[in-house]
């Protein structure tokens, strides 16, 4: 199977308590890809953070608990100060199997910005109800809003590195409308990915927290960026300039 060596590639794995499946995740992926691996330890109160050290991961610790999206977007930051030239985020708990990061990347297409693994055949009733309801409520034509499993550029990983983007509880949703008001791509390639081999899923372990999911979204949905924003954005990004 082919290896990935490129050095303009990082792999981002926010993770909080999961001593019992990071070892195996990051083995696994070290089979394949000899790129940085970075593992943001969001206050984790196990040994999460020594686990990935040991495997070879460079570990970010955060020194209280941040949430998966600022997690995320705490690696995302590291790489763009590192030179990387795109990331690929993915899950702790085993979810996303390393031949689903191989397919990701050998069929993404060059020219877009945000290239989303995606597995519809995955989760339950209820998680599949409320994706065409985060549908209709964004307007967004993506079959799996929900995947963490992601291929952003460096254009893409400058806009959600900005503070801007730090407002996000769930990084779902909100990225990918942030990335549609400022025209860039995203593309969904099909993957298999697993059951979760430990824990809960935050958003759909219970009805009130999907609740909570789906009115989360429809705020983000009706509190885009502006057009004012907009257009500074497109400056910055254009001139090269951080963004805030």
């Known amino acids: 199977m082919k290896t990935f060596r490129n050095q303009r590639l990082a792999i981002v794995i926010p993770a909080m308590n999961e001593s019992r499946t990071i070892g195996t995740v990051i083995r696994g992926l070290r089979e ?3 790129c940085p691996i970075i593992v943001v330890d969001d206050a984790s109160t196990d040994n999460t953070a020594d686990i990935a050290r040991g495997e070879g991961a460079i570990v970010l610790p955060h020194v209280t608990n941040l949430g998966a999206w600022r997690s995320t977007q705490t690696g995302i930051r590291y790489a763009l100060k590192r030179g990387i030239e795109c990331v ?6 085993g979810q996303h199997p390393k031949q689903a990061l191989l397919t990701l990347l050998e069929k993404a297409e060059e020219d877009t910005d945000c290239t989303i693994g995606s597995c519809t ?3 339950s009733t209820g998680r599949h109800i409320a994706w065409r309801v985060f549908k ?3 307007g967004l034509d993506v079959s799996d809003l929900t995947s963490g499993l992601r291929l952003y550029s ?3 990983m400058r806009v959600l590195a900005s503070k801007q983007a730090t407002m996000f509880e769930y990084q779902d949703v909100g990225v990918l409308l942030m990335l549609r008001k ?3 791509r995203c593309t969904e390639v099909d993957v298999a990915m697993q059951e979760r081999k430990d824990g809960i899923s935050r958003i759909f372990h219970s009805w009130v927290a999907v609740f909570k999911y789906l009115l989360y979204t429809f705020i983000l949905s009706i509190t885009k960026l502006g057009p004012q924003e907009v257009a500074r954005y497109h400056k910055k990004l254009t001139a090269g300039a951080e963004l805030e």
Not at 88 to 93: E, G, I, L, R, S
């Open 32 to 34: 394949h890809f000899s």
């Open 88 to 93: 690929v985020t993915c899950d702790a708990d």
């Open 121 to 123: 055949s995955r989760g």
């Open 136 to 138: 209709r409520l964004s």
């Open 154 to 156: 460096r254009p893409a």
């Open 182 to 184: 400022l025209k860039m």
